[in-house]
């Protein structure tokens, strides 16, 4: 393995924890300039709001595809260690799907609801991955955390972001027509304007567990995370990030998503958030490889022989 741009090398009980758990933080894999150029990139996010910056709830601010126009994040995408890092622990070649940012400014800290993201993007495999890294010190009260093992459950719950159906009644009608037909719910034009509460919520999904009125039934699994951390978990798995605890600093944080091979496109009625801009010129239909639209989604790491 490679690890030119690496702080030090992964091991192998790293790799195999986020097999067993679904999720792993890499203690200090990140030089500090990687560190400065992610602030760098969130600052000029946050800055700079597009048709793709929105929330669940204010203060908390989440920015999709932010790597599109930010060219210090799209720099960091493209060479920063983070696509070896992910494609090291899968041990096979990794392509770049989306990312996102989530700015929560100093004061009391907002926290993000218990969810999965498979349900919220149309695409499906085991090999989906989060890379989420920080630009400032995040405690255990304030950062990410997860069901241990909850990535093997085998089922997708509904997202907690939507419309009710019921609100809507003949919009969800034709939401259901369109799915049933075969199109993709939400178009490229969202990549203009776009907000959590433009689509309907699933009824054909499970709700998610109370996990949080009853912590004490679930193996919850959460770290101290410091600039220079890389924390990984799967695509599949239920996790969410605390709040109520006070920082004297902002936490800004950036998550990227990289799919391994066997990810394959797969419209979802339960979709949330856009495809990438360039994928609708392919038209994808159901169990396409993410391979298929190299324009799209190019090798960003492979091992070597």
């Not at 741009?5 to 990687?34: P, Y």
């Not at 000029?44 to 599109?68: E, Y």
């Not at 009260?141 to 093992?149: H, K, L, P, T």
């Amino acid at each position: 393995m490679s690890t030119s741009g690496l702080n030090r090398e992964i091991t192998a009980q790293e790799k195999h924890d986020f097999h067993r758990d679904g999720a792993v933080l890499l203690k200090g894999v990140l030089a500090s300039h990687w560190n400065a150029l992610l602030e760098e990139g969130l600052e000029f996010t946050q800055a700079n709001p597009d048709g793709m910056s929105a929330g669940v709830a204010m203060p908390l601010r989440i920015d999709q595809f932010p790597a599109s126009h930010s060219p210090c994040l799209d720099q960091l995408m493209k060479t920063s260690p983070i696509a070896e890092i992910v494609g090291s622990v899968l041990e096979a070649p990794v392509r770049f799907y989306m990312d996102q940012m989530f700015y929560k400014p100093a004061g009391k800290v907002f926290p993000s609801a218990w969810h999965q993201d498979t349900s919220y993007y149309n695409i499906d495999g085991h090999q989906l991955v989060r890379a989420w890294v920080c630009a400032d010190p995040a405690p255990r009260d304030v950062s990410i955390e997860v069901i241990r093992g909850s990535h093997r459950w085998n089922v997708t719950y509904r997202p907690p972001v939507g419309l009710d159906p019921k609100a809507d009644p003949e919009g969800a009608a034709k939401l259901e027509q369109a799915h049933a037909a075969g199109e993709i719910l939400i178009g490229r034009e969202a990549h203009e304007q776009w907000t959590y509460f433009d689509s309907f919520l699933d009824p054909s999904l499970p709700v998610l567990p109370d996990i949080e009125g009853h912590r004490e039934s679930f193996e919850i699994l959460g770290w101290e995370y410091e600039p220079g951390d890389v924390l990984l978990f799967h695509g599949h798995i239920l996790h969410s990030a605390r709040g109520g605890a006070t920082l004297p600093h902002p936490r800004r944080a950036h998550a990227s998503l990289w799919a391994g091979p066997d990810v394959q496109y797969l419209r979802r009625r339960s979709q949330a958030i856009p495809d990438p801009l360039k994928l609708y010129d392919h038209h994808p239909q159901d169990g396409q490889p993410l391979s298929e639209f190299p324009e799209v989604f190019p090798v960003a790491w492979a091992p070597t022989a």
